[in-house]
């Protein structure tokens, strides 16, 4: 597979995102700027993708409530109750910028799909969420590469 799709395509899932993606491609020994390109075009993806489908996956998980396929919604229903926990200290205090600090805090159960989530749930207006989103997604990737690098920790 090619190399930049490659990254691209892991930067995409939950928990892994941009930062993991930059950081297997480092261990891969793909070319820095390839691997950094890949990671950056999958967060600019997701900040610009998620905000505007969210909306549409609650609905589909009130709707599948309805039918035999409502463990999938209670699954869902479970996450959002995790994330509005986690989040809330964050983006209720902080607002832009806690969202921000959020996503960028380089943890699983952070990150620009969790921070998606929390902005939707709290209502924050999507041209406030994609710069948080981009921002922190940006950051976070930043705090994993450098370790990867072996420039820190």
Known sequence: MNNLLEVFILSLV???????????????????WKTLLAASLGVLLLSLVLPAVLPYIDRLMIWLEGTFLRKIAHLYLYYVERVRKKAH????????????????????????????LAAYLFGIEKRQ??????????LSMAITVLPALGLFG
């Open 129 to 138: 969420t994609v710069p948080a989103l981009i921002l922190g997604g940006l």
């Open 89 to 116: 200290p964050y983006v209720e205090k902080w607002g832009f910028l806690g969202l921000t600090i959020f996503v960028a805090i380089p943890l699983p159960g952070t990150g620009i799909w969790t921070g998606a």
């Open 14 to 32: 939950p928990t892994f995102e941009g930062r993991y993606a930059i950081v297997y491609g480092i261990s891969k020994g793909y070319p820095l």
